[in-house]
Every structure is written in structure tokens, then in C-alpha cells.
């Protein structure tokens, strides 16, 4: 999905639920999201706050959700550049219990725990797929990321991570 096509779906979310762009980072999740120069980041809008601000709102969190995970999605088989600048949001989110949208930001940190591994560069379908490591810095980023809060992670996704992380390439502190 394109920047412009990720403007557009965000400003499609917010005309249809406004009170997501009018509040504040109350929430201790979001602490700082308001503060991160979304629109600097290639390909990114500037609308994310409010698109994770729609993920409290159990009347939006459905099109949050959605509309998040493309916005940070390049491709089905691309992080975008502002998935390792949002993870630690995603996590802090996925980690209450009362989030409407939790069971899918799990789907969500799952497909980016998957997306972020290494990929064998003899491998040719893999990076055919993929694309080279090099790249594609956001993997390694968001490896960082979720090495950083492993044991949120060990928590929220056990069993379902993927085996590298399972397997020591992110472990509990």
C-alpha cells in the first residue's frame, strides 16, 4: 500500500470516528505516541495516534485495528518503516486485558515477530519473498524492539512465537 493510499484510509477513519484525533495520550500505553513525528517517517501518516487512540474505543477498535495494521504493513510480506517506531505501542496495548481490539493486535505482533526474523541470504525464495536484509532495516529494528520487551512478549504470545524467538533470538530478562 502506497503513502498516499495510507493517507487516504487514515482520513477515511477519522471522518467516520473524529472524537479518535480530539484526545490526548491519557491512556499509560500511548505515553509519547502523540510526541513521535509520524509524518517524517517515509510512508507514514500522520494520523497514527488516532488510529491508536481508536484502539481504546470499542465503537472504533475494529477499524483501528485494520486500518493500523496496513498503515504498518508495506506489503503482506513487509514491515512498514513505522512498525519498530509503533511496536513498543502495540505491545503496551496488546498487554491490557480490557483493549477491544486485543485479539488482533496479537494477530498483528505475531505476524511482526514472524516478519522480523533474519532471512537466510542463500536462501533464494526467501529473499525473493522477503527481500535482502540490508534492505530492509526495520526487521533488525524491530528485532530490537522485541528483544527489549521480551518478557511482555513471553507473556502475551508464549508458545505462539515464532521458534527463533522462541529459541533464543529474543529472550526473557
Not at 487514515?10 to 509519547?32: K, M
Not at 507514514?44 to 495494521?69: T, Y
Not at 483493549?99 to 542463500?122: H, K, N, T, W
Request: with cysteine; net charge negative; aromatic share 4%.
Amino acid at each position: 500500500m502506497d503513502a498516499a493510499t495510507k493517507k487516504a484510509e487514515v482520513s477515511r477513519f477519522l471522518q467516520r470516528y473524529p472524537q479518535t484525533d480530539q484526545a490526548g495520550d491519557e491512556h499509560p500505553a500511548l505515553q509519547g505516541c502523540s510526541d513521535i513525528p509520524w509524518s517524517e517517517i517515509p510512508g507514514c501518516p500522520a494520523g497514527i495516534p488516532a488510529l491508536f487512540r481508536g484502539l481504546l474505543d470499542p465503537a472504533a477498535a475494529p477499524e483501528a485495528a485494520r486500518v493500523l495494521s496496513n498503515t504498518l504493513m508495506s506489503s503482506p510480506f513487509h514491515l512498514s518503516a513505522a512498525m519498530p517506531v509503533a511496536l513498543r505501542f502495540l505491545l503496551r496495548l496488546a498487554a491490557e486485558p480490557d483493549i477491544p481490539a486485543r485479539s488482533r493486535l496479537l494477530d498483528l505482533l505475531l505476524v511482526v515477530a514472524e516478519l522480523s526474523q533474519p532471512v537466510d541470504p542463500e536462501d533464494e525464495r526467501a529473499v525473493l519473498l522477503f527481500g535482502a536484509d540490508n534492505d530492509h532495516p526495520e526487521r533488525e529494528q524491530c528485532r530490537a524492539v522485541l528483544s527489549d520487551h521480551a518478557s511482555l512478549l513471553y507473556m502475551l504470545l508464549g508458545d505462539e512465537l515464532p521458534p527463533a524467538l522462541r529459541d533464543g533470538a529474543v529472550r526473557p530478562s
